[in-house]
């Protein structure tokens, strides 16, 4: 019988313990398998014993049934039109997405205001003699408002905004901008609709 060298000795050793260590892995892979497919059966039978939950179509829901807020009355009803009347719905007519213009002008209280920010009545002033002298030029409205407020925020799909913002907004036709300033949780907003 032939002797091994050393070095095939080396190398028939190396290769077996590379063998078992692919083995070990392969193993260790097909358990965390098993053990996954296990808990996706226990989650498949959890979650099959949760009783399904389906919310009302929006359509079907009147103002007078819906059932009120929970908690506090918010400070600024935006389910509310500014004459205190429930948000009709849009037509079926009424674009899914539209493009829009914001001149912003923040005021104490809203969403990213400082403690610092002008009071609301200041806010719906400035708002207010920016819209009078500057409705047909957009631009130059915008630059009136505050850090936030640009030319073209961009495309705004249905169902984004607060239903009050949202009727007020998707009602405008092309072009054109919001009579007066829209009431928002980020301040006053007077809009203009690009597309």
């Known amino acids: 019988m032939q002797r091994r060298s050393p070095a095939i000795m080396a190398l028939i050793a190396v290769l077996g313990m590379s063998a078992l260590a692919y083995h070990e892995v392969r193993l260790d892979k097909s358990r965390k398998r098993a053990d996954s497919t296990e808990k996706d059966a226990q989650f498949a039978s959890a979650a099959e014993a949760i009783p399904e939950i389906k919310a009302p179509d929006e359509s079907s829901i009147s103002p007078a049934s819906a059932p009120p807020p929970a908690g506090p009355p918010p400070k600024t009803s935006f389910h509310l039109l500014p004459d205190g009347s429930p948000v009709p719905p849009l037509g079926d007519s009424s674009p899914r997405r539209i493009k829009l213009g914001v001149a912003l002008f923040r005021y104490k209280g809203a969403q990213g205001a400082s403690s610092s920010t002008r009071s609301k009545e200041e806010a719906t002033v400035l708002a207010q003699n920016a819209l009078s002298t500057d409705k047909d030029n957009f631009a130059a409205l915008v630059k009136k408002g505050d850090r936030g407020s640009q030319a073209n ?27 007066e300033p829209l009431d928002t949780p980020t301040g006053l907003w007077v809009a203009k609709r690009l597309r």
């Not at 925020?153 to 009579?179: D, H, M, N």
């Open 153 to 179: 925020i961009g495309w705004i799909k249905r169902r984004v905004l607060e239903r009050s913002i949202e009727y007020a907004v998707f009602s405008l036709k092309k072009g054109e901008v919001t009579p």
